[in-house]
């Protein structure tokens, strides 16, 4: 187990202790030698969003909506 630091060090020297468990080494903050609490780098969420993974994956399930439609063509389109 890795030294424990008081929490009036731990105030002192917060931007030095941040740095650390950026760096992947965690702080033990505690009193009397005991941890209390654990300082550590937080694991970034995911977020990143993937399109077209479905991809002809799905069926129609009516063949009439299948193709194109003569009547919603002359609407974009105007012929």
Avoid: R, W
């Amino acid at each position: 187990m890795d030294k424990v630091i008081t929490i009036f060090d731990a105030k002192t020297n917060l931007s030095k202790f941040i740095k650390q468990a950026k760096e992947g080494h965690p702080v033990y903050i505690g009193s009397f030698g005991k941890q209390e609490v654990v300082l550590m780098a937080a694991k970034p969420k995911k977020s990143k969003i993937t399109f077209g993974t479905a991809n002809g994956q799905f069926k129609y399930l009516d063949s009439s909506l299948e193709g194109n439609d003569l009547d919603i063509q002359k609407l974009f389109y105007g012929e």
